[in-house]
């Protein structure tokens, strides 16, 4: 049985609200998993894929734990139909992916590869036909290499380049794809590949850092505008921050104010641009100590706030901070080089970060005390451990399952206090390439492994199936189940 005969996928922005009178989560809440295109989809260099800023930093010695690389990754890209049967077996009605840029426009701004925008249609005819809701999401940190080496996003010529590639990918999905994010988590893509140098490209620059996360919200908004032009009101347009809860490890007036810094980049920064129009003061005081405020030009803020549909949230874990010991120039934090962040008081998943549900919870209240917000989706949430393969194959990861429980637990005590959640998508779908820790974290509630390509739905995978099922209702001890790869 299909996921579409088994429960309609309703629209997830426009399904109806309200309880359903077993629980908090509304009766058509869409539940899914997320994956990102570098991660998962493999075949580097086939059907005229560029090269992207993820290949040339994954191949430079020293970067990549392993020196593993997503030349196959999990080998998506042949293997389609298994992984869409694998959304079904689990029961999903919605599944976020990215569009690979390079495979669409190799060179970032120059000639159309047709062969790239068949892949992604097949991919999103393959979903429909299960009745699975395809979620886009236009730019997931691979930015074409081409591009990058004039520049990369420091460059306001690149924002202009993704108008055009959002264009083009929303001019032959638009038929069949309802709902489009445009930038993955701006934050990572700014501060971690230009001011720390720890993702690609893998710069040291905090003036290139903050010039790069500017851009990106302006391609946010420009992109956002044309797609709005060309589909109306058809379609549903949004962004996805990686927010944090920001606590301050001591009541020392300069821990508040670090504490107050470290929420300006990591949250407000992105907030209040895109939700109210401008650039926070202290934000903003941060580009001007690093020469980077011209590249804010006068009417930019007004495009930055095209109106949202839906605002994505990403959410992994709490920031404890506290003033001074901080890390000097590679922050980052571009001007926060002297905040110290503190471990985790509370349990930790397997790569230290702190499991704090209740801190999703007052995100998603203080979303909706603070801003004029639109319908909220959690469209990444998960964590990395270590898990255990039995000797029959099946894996047992009850850390995992339990970290996804409480945290959907979370959202619905934030649905129960009046916040518009609408939906929740697992991190992730698939074990897959995790960026600079390689293949060495596993996030996939479905267990890969890499020498075989085998996949196995974990427990966690189980539990969740089960959960949906009963639309996010009481736990009940998860029943494992096992999908071998042919």
Not at 131 to 160: F, K, S
Not at 264 to 290: C, E, H, M
Request: charged share 20%; proline share 5%; glycine share 10%.
């Amino acid at each position: 049985m299909s996921a579409g005969s088994a429960r309609s996928s309703a629209s997830i922005i426009n399904s109806a609200s309200g309880s359903n009178g077993t629980n908090a989560f509304p009766e058509h809440f869409s539940w899914g998993a997320a994956t990102a295109s570098y991660q998962i989809e493999g075949a580097a260099n086939e059907d005229g894929r560029g090269r992207s800023i993820w290949d040339t930093f994954s191949h430079t010695p020293g970067r990549i734990h392993n020196g593993d690389t997503g030349d196959v990754a999990v080998d998506h890209y042949h293997r389609l139909e298994q992984d869409i049967a694998l959304m079904v077996e689990l029961g999903i009605d919605a599944y976020r992916f990215s569009v690979a840029w390079p495979r669409i426009v190799p060179d970032g701004d120059g000639e159309v590869e047709p062969r790239g925008l068949a892949f992604y249609a097949r991919l999103v005819a393959l979903l429909r036909a299960e009745g699975i809701e395809p979620v886009v999401t236009l730019y997931h940190w691979d930015l074409p290499q081409a591009l990058q080496d004039r520049g990369g996003w420091a460059n306001r010529a690149t924002a202009d380049a993704f108008v055009r590639y959002a264009e083009v990918v929303h001019d032959r999905l638009g038929a069949d794809v309802d709902t489009w994010m445009t930038i993955n988590e701006p934050w990572c893509a700014a501060f971690l590949g230009y001011a720390s140098g720890h993702h690609a490209p893998g710069l040291v620059d905090p003036r290139a850092a903050l010039r790069s996360a500017h851009h990106l919200l302006l391609a946010h908004g420009d992109a956002t505008a044309a797609m709005r032009r060309a589909s109306g009101s058809v379609h549903r347009f949004g962004i996805v921050p990686n927010l944090y809860g920001v606590q301050a490890g001591g009541h020392r007036p300069e821990d508040l104010a670090a504490a107050r810094a470290i929420d300006g980049l990591q949250n407000r920064l992105w907030l209040d641009t895109t939700l109210k129009g401008s650039y926070p003061d202290d934000v903003r005081a941060i580009f001007a100590r690093f020469g980077a405020d011209d590249a804010i030009e006068s009417a930019d803020e007004a495009r930055i706030a095209q109106p949202l549909d839906v605002l994505g949230v990403n959410y992994y874990q709490q920031h404890h901070v506290m003033a001074g010991g901080g890390q000097g120039l590679g922050s980052p934090f571009p001007g926060c080089e002297d905040v110290e962040f503190l471990p985790s008081a509370h349990p930790r998943t397997g790569m230290g970060w702190g499991i704090e549900p209740a801190s999703l919870e007052a995100m998603l209240i203080r979303l909706d005390q603070e801003y004029d917000v639109p319908p909220i989706m959690i469209c990444e949430n998960g964590a990395s451990f270590d898990d255990v393969v039995d000797a029959d194959g099946r894996v047992h990861d009850p850390g995992r399952r339990d970290f996804i429980a409480a945290h959907i637990r979370a959202v619905g005590r934030a649905i129960a206090a009046g916040v518009d959640v609408r939906g929740y998508f697992v991190w992730s779908l698939l074990d897959n390439f995790e960026w600079a820790h390689g293949y060495a974290e596993r996030f996939g509630v479905v267990h890969v492994d890499y020498e075989t390509q085998r996949r196995t739905i974990k427990t966690s995978g189980a539990w969740y199936r089960d959960s949906i099922a009963r639309n996010g209702g009481p736990d009940v001890e998860p029943d494992v189940a096992e999908v071998d790869a042919r």
